[in-house]
């Protein structure tokens, strides 16, 4: 028999999985999170400029909402693995603890 190791959500809206994130974050103590907003690719792949800019404004107001959320030991990772532009290679870590 497999151990469960954690739970799976279906999101794909941006401000919903998001807003998913912030309160499981605000809610658990030791936790792992991983979450994927899938828009962005999605929008990205439609070559839909508009509707990308408008789901990276919603990334960006979360993402400062889970930061000011993080506890001293916490860490944040932000990645991206493709896009169409040239900060999409980006990499952001927070958390007091790191050492990088």
């Given amino acids: 028999m497999r151990k469960k190791f954690g739970e799976s959500e279906s999101i794909v809206d941006t401000a919903e999985v998001l807003a998913r ?3 499981v974050l605000q809610s658990s103590e030791n936790t792992f ?12 792949h439609r070559q839909d400029s508009k509707a990308y800019a408008d789901k990276l404004r ?6 400062g909402q889970i930061r000011s959320s993080l506890k001293p030991e916490d860490y944040l990772i932000v990645m991206a693995d493709h896009g169409n532009d040239r900060l999409s290679a980006t990499l952001i870590i927070q958390g007091s603890m790191c050492r990088c």
Avoid at 58 to 63: R, T
């Fill in 21 to 23: 994130t912030l309160e």
């Fill in 33 to 44: 999170i991983c979450t994927n907003v899938q828009e962005t690719d999605l929008c990205g």
């Fill in 58 to 63: 919603i990334a960006d107001e979360y993402i």
